[in-house]
């Protein structure tokens, strides 16, 4: 089962990953930075707990769950009437009801630039048309989606506060707002911006508190030396390889590396 968002930092890539070969999930799994779930998709777990702090995305993944149908109809509607000037039109409208929230919500993640979600000041979606037109594609499930996420509890909420509901035998996916962009150079001025140096310290805490617990614990990182030394004794660390596609021009593009802390 597929993800049906794009989300920047998405975990697509490191499902097929071997190192994950040896994972099993024998209590909830539960995943803090929600995203585009990638990895919970991949896995499909019996029984999940699912949060990010982003509202607009979290009303999405719950809408979803309680009734598909309508949300994929106006899909279709969307895809029947996209268009540069429909896109704006969108993107500018309020709607009262959540299903046309979480629909809209799609249609701007499937034919925005690169996928990407960014607010202004005011609190508004702003990002600008992409390239992409396909926003209804028959093939996608949107029923088995919810059936998928009927076991799911998904909260809007900071990750410490999910986290620190790990027990024994659950299974912690973490994938906190990171670029690698800058692994090197500047990793803390850049990043700092969208994830705190404090909430590193905080995320690596919570882990910890929830191994303790006996729950078992995998964080994807940026490969910096700063977060080799916060988990450095912690746990193992590996570092793998993969392709950087969030720039919006090619020789942005490139192979980079990032870090699978498992605790």
């Given at each position: 089962m597929k993800p049906f968002l794009k989300w920047a930092g998405g975990k697509r890539w490191l499902t097929e990953h071997e190192l994950l070969?040896?994972?099993?999930?024998?209590?909830?799994?539960?995943?803090?930075?929600?995203?585009?779930?990638?990895?919970?998709?991949?896995?499909?777990?019996?029984?999940?707990?699912?949060?990010?702090?982003?509202?607009?995305?979290?009303?999405?993944?719950?809408?979803?769950?309680?009734?598909?149908?309508?949300?994929?109809?106006?899909?279709?509607?969307?895809?029947?009437?996209?268009?540069?000037?429909?896109?704006?039109?969108?993107?500018?409208?309020?709607?009262?009801?959540?299903?046309?929230?979480?629909?809209?919500?799609?249609?701007?993640?499937?034919?925005?630039?690169?996928?990407?979600?960014?607010?202004?000041?005011?609190?508004?979606?702003?990002?600008?048309?992409?390239?992409?037109?396909?926003?209804?594609?028959?093939?996608?499930?949107?029923?088995?989606?919810s059936t998928l996420l009927q076991s799911a509890e998904i909260d809007c909420c900071d990750f410490e506060t999910t986290i620190d509901r790990a027990t024994d035998g659950d299974f912690v996916f973490c994938d906190p707002p990171y670029t690698t962009a800058h692994n090197m150079n500047g990793f803390v001025k850049y990043n700092q911006r969208i994830f705190s140096w404090d909430d590193q310290i905080r995320l690596r805490n919570a882990a910890m508190r929830a191994t303790e617990?006996?729950?078992?614990?995998?964080?994807?990182?940026?490969?910096?030396?700063?977060l080799h030394n916060l988990y450095g004794g912690a746990g193992k660390i590996d570092i793998v390889a993969r392709a950087s596609v969030i720039s919006g021009i090619s020789k942005g593009r490139g192979m980079t590396s990032e870090i699978l802390v498992m605790l």
């Open positions: 070969d040896s994972l099993t999930v024998s209590g909830k799994y539960i995943e803090p930075f929600l995203g585009g779930g990638a990895m919970f998709f991949h896995l499909r777990p019996r029984t999940s707990i699912l949060s990010d702090l982003n509202t607009h995305l979290i009303e999405t993944y719950q809408a979803i769950r309680e009734d598909p149908q309508p949300i994929q109809d106006l899909l279709r509607e969307h895809h029947g009437r996209h268009c540069k000037d429909y896109y704006y039109q969108l993107r500018g409208t309020e709607f009262a009801n959540p299903t046309d929230r979480a629909a809209k919500f799609l249609y701007l993640n499937r034919t925005c630039w690169n996928g990407l979600y960014r607010e202004n000041l005011a609190g508004k979606f702003n990002v600008p048309i992409g390239t992409k037109s396909l926003v209804f594609d028959a093939d996608e499930d949107f029923v088995a989606i617990r006996g729950a078992t614990v995998v964080i994807t990182n940026a490969d910096h030396p700063s």
